[in-house]
């Protein structure tokens, strides 16, 4: 059957998502038109998704390297040592577009993704963590899509066997025509055993695995690299449907193939499929590759080339093997029950060479398309300053009752609806569960652990990027040192909107300058990453949300942290220095209904020096609790510590601050911590130059401040664990 072989008009290439520049560059590559098959691998190598073609220039700018890093961006996953000859290899990664027109596969396949991208490196995955933002609650179709997306997150993660630690939910009208679903993976490998996706040896075979391949997901690299309009619901064919129980299969022969010598190298196939792992392969080895698409298993009668090359079906990889090693693979995926077939081999032609029934269907140059794609240093402004919020201009309400509001605002109460969908204790090796400041996972058969965790607080991006950017290093950093864990290195997911306009590719840039920074202040490089782009509807953009995954090692589970009271009678103590800021508050959006104001700026000597000192405490066994203060501020940080230990507190707070801005105000670099005295912390505090005070005592069943009201901890566990069933369960 031959190929359709239709003319390339301006119309068609504009559908391809090239723009008349873009395209003119492709013919002067190639000194001639391209065919439909040839264009459609050009339309989604330089598509943004693929390419980073808008932000590949600022991306360079961020600290990638350090004595922990194995592996660092540009492989399928990061790589770092954890010791004692293991690695931890991990990576976020987005499935916002396809998550927005079909919730369920959306989300399920973008974990089936991430996934791919840990094992693919030779690690077996123990973690599973996502960042989720849906628009407001009012939306008529925020309850649907919140519904889609943690059962897809829940099938496929369940599965697959794989538990889902930790996370966080967002809640903005800004979300309402893009949500976000970022998921990330953790996985361990032996240290000298990684696996890369670069392809080399000329005569090598090139070897497809796993499920066949459908017509799902064809384009999805170019839907993902543009706008979403009225018509978005009919890009539902383009999102891919997924199988966790293949995929499961797949981890299993592709770990045991791993432990043989045969793979010479590996990628799997994710957005654009087979076009993007066997260029992305070639590219890296410096080979050229001849595919024979006829040897291609397909799940569909008469799919053309075109089709074939750009589908994004699911749980499928390519490989690189040892020559004569077919047979041996071939029986491994045979006794796992997955496909197996050799396709191709590679060249030392440079070039990518595709036959498809007797045809030869493309013939092109492999680098212009990998390494040489279009980069482009779009026009940028920077964000206006906010005026300073005054805390006198600020309504101070009774702070018990403040609390439960707050406490029960979407973005603060509680996620248990969420997780508890989630199975978070497969493997047996969780040891801290979600609803802590981070998950913790023990490495398996040691006493140490890895803590992960997911943070960004888009608000504070929105009204000022560097110091948002800095912040979502901070928290993440914050996050794993509450455990006790010392933080390696971070994985980023950047969601934007469209970065032809000026502001939003300003947001971009000062969220990478601020991350860059926080990253190089506290010696946590960046390792891997994902970019998504175009995230708006019509003119509305998403909140500029620069997704942070850390991960931190903890030597020893016995001096592991955990954020519950432990006893009553304790001293609370405050590390940091509060100084009430309200601006981009919870406190200011919930209570007064205002979205303004400068964010809280991040000291990073401050974090480094606090967060040290924290780390200090737990592990030499000093306190008994401790929590980070984020969202909400120290008010809402108690009440977390108080439900989680069913215990009540008493505080005493200073004059010298509006009682309002203390409790509620969100400054940052700061740490509630308990123990049995104060004393030897106080002075520890001293002699490290950390700003550190008692301020009040742990016991009863309520909460209270100093001689005011209180409430009771049930009365503010019922108001936090209210919401977010309440509103799933109510009438669309």
């Known amino acids: 059957m031959s190929e359709p072989n239709p003319e390339i008009t301006d119309a068609l290439v504009a559908e391809h998502g090239l723009n008349a520049e873009e395209y003119a560059r492709v013919q002067e590559i190639l000194g001639r038109t391209p065919n439909l098959v040839e264009l459609g691998i050009f339309s989604v190598m330089w598509s943004e998704h693929c390419s980073y073609k808008s932000s590949k220039k600022w991306l360079k700018t961020l600290p990638t390297e350090g004595p922990q890093v194995i592996q660092g961006p540009g492989e399928n996953a990061g790589v770092v ?63 649907h899509l919140v519904s889609g997306v943690v059962a897809g997150i829940g099938g496929y993660g369940n599965c697959v066997g794989v538990p889902t630690v930790a996370g966080e939910v967002n809640f903005h009208p800004a979300y309402n025509g893009n949500i976000l679903v970022n998921a990330m993976t953790v996985g361990l490998a032996e240290a000298d055993r990684i696996f890369y996706a670069k392809a080399h040896g000329a005569g090598n075979p090139v070897v497809y695995v796993g499920s066949k391949t459908g017509r799902d997901g064809i384009h999805g ?134 036959q498809k029934g007797g045809e030869q269907v493309c013939d092109l140059p492999i680098d212009p398309l990998a390494e040489a794609a279009p980069e482009y240093d779009r026009p940028w402004e920077p964000t206006p300053a906010q005026a300073e919020v005054d805390a006198t201009d600020v309504p101070a309400h009774d702070a018990t009752r403040a609390l439960e509001t707050l406490i029960a605002s979407p973005d603060l109460c509680s996620r248990r609806w969420v997780w508890e969908q989630y199975d978070h204790m497969v493997g047996a090796d969780t040891v801290q569960r979600p609803g802590g400041d981070a998950g913790v996972v023990r490495v398996h058969g040691t006493d140490k652990a890895l803590a992960v965790t997911v943070d960004c607080t888009p608000r504070y991006v929105l009204a000022d990027p560097i110091q948002g950017g800095r912040q979502a290093v901070a928290e993440a950093y914050r996050n794993i040192t509450a455990t006790g864990a010392k933080p390696l290195a971070v994985t980023d997911n950047m ?107 991040v000291d990073l000597d401050a974090e480094r020096r606090n967060g040290d000192f924290v780390r200090d405490l737990i592990r030499s066994g000093k306190v008994t609790a401790c929590h980070d203060l984020s969202d909400g501020g120290l008010f809402v940080a108690l009440a977390e510590m108080a439900m989680a230990g069913d215990l009540g507190a008493t505080l005493e707070p200073p004059e010298e601050i509006a009682l309002h801005a203390w409790l509620f105000g969100e400054d940052q670099a700061r740490y509630l911590v308990t123990a049995p005295q104060a004393g030897a912390i106080l002075q520890a505090a001293q002699a490290a130059q950390v700003p550190a005070y008692a301020i009040g005592r742990t016991g009863g069943r309520a909460l209270k401040v100093a001689d005011g009201p209180s409430i009771s901890v049930e009365q503010v566990r019922a108001a936090h664990e209210s919401w977010l069933p309440t509103f799933m369960s109510a009438a669309d």
Request: overall charge negative; charged content about 20%; some cysteine.
């Open 495 to 601: 969601n934007f909107g469209n970065p032809e306009k000026p502001l939003v590719m300003g947001q971009f840039v000062g969220s990478c300058q601020g991350m860059g920074e926080a990253c190089q202040a506290l010696d946590t490089p960046v390792v891997s990453g994902n970019v998504s782009l175009y995230n708006e509807t019509g003119e509305t953009a998403i909140l500029p949300t620069p997704a942070i995954g850390g991960v931190g090692l903890l030597d020893e589970l016995s001096a592991m942290a955990t954020i519950g009271f432990k006893a009553g009678d304790e001293a609370i103590i405050l590390i940091g220095e509060t100084h009430g800021h309200l601006g981009q508050s919870l406190y200011l959006r919930e209570l007064c209904g205002r979205e303004d104001g400068p964010p809280p700026p």
């Open 221 to 354: 690299a170019t839907m993902a690299s543009a706008s979403f309009d009225a018509d978005s619901e009919e890009k539902r064919p383009t999102v891919q449907v997924g199988d966790p129980f293949t995929e499961k299969l797949l981890i299993e022969a592709c770990l045991e193939l791993m432990a043989t010598d045969a793979v010479i190298g590996i990628q799997d196939m994710g957005a654009a499929g087979l076009t993007s792992s066997s260029f992305e392969m070639a590219s890296k080895g410096g080979s050229g590759v001849a595919l024979n698409l006829d040897h291609v298993p397909v799940r569909e009668d008469g799919m053309s080339a075109y089709e074939i090359m750009l589908s994004e079906s699911q749980e499928r990889m390519l490989m690189v093997l040892k020559p004569g090693r077919e047979a041996e693979a071939k029986a491994i995926f045979d006794k796992w029950d997955l496909d197996f077939a050799v396709v191709g081999e590679l060249t030392d032609t440079g070039r990518m060479v595709i």
């Open 81 to 143: 040592d954890i010791g004692d000859g293991q690695a931890a290899v991990f990576k976020m990664e987005s499935h916002n577009h396809p998550s927005f027109i079909e919730p369920y596969q959306g989300a399920a396949t973008g974990v089936g993704g991430i996934l791919r991208d840990v094992f693919t490196m030779g690690a077996r995955p123990i973690a599973n963590l996502n960042a989720l933002r849906f628009g407001d609650p009012q939306h008529p179709k925020t309850r």
